[in-house]
């Protein structure tokens, strides 16, 4: 089976950073994202990983979901 580690996730206008997972493949960011276009850092348990640029434009909504080449 494989898990993944910890997203990283670089939006425009803040540094890299951490999401932390609240349930199942529910993750959540700690600081504001709104207005910014959202990149994903993943990497697996077996050491894969997997950069998506700009998986959501600037505009994406809550509740949105998407897909990327890789995941």
Same mark, same amino acid.
């Given at each position: 089976?494989?898990?993944?580690?910890? &997203?990283?996730?670089?939006?425009?206008?803040?540094?890299?950073?951490?999401?932390?997972?609240?349930?199942? =493949? *529910? /993750?959540?960011?700690?600081?504001?994202?709104?207005?910014?276009?959202?990149? &994903?850092?993943?990497?697996?348990?077996?050491?894969?990983?997997?950069?998506?640029?700009?998986?959501?434009? =600037? *505009? /994406?909504?809550?509740?949105?979901?998407?897909?990327?080449?890789?995941?």
């Amino acid at each position: 089976m494989i898990g993944v580690t910890p &997203f990283l996730l670089q939006a425009r206008n803040t540094n890299c950073q951490s999401m932390t997972r609240n349930y199942g =493949a *529910n /993750w959540r960011a700690l600081q504001p994202l709104q207005g910014q276009a959202l990149s &994903f850092k993943v990497t697996d348990s077996h050491d894969r990983t997997v950069i998506a640029s700009n998986v959501f434009p =600037a *505009n /994406w909504q809550f509740g949105q979901t998407a897909t990327a080449p890789g995941f």
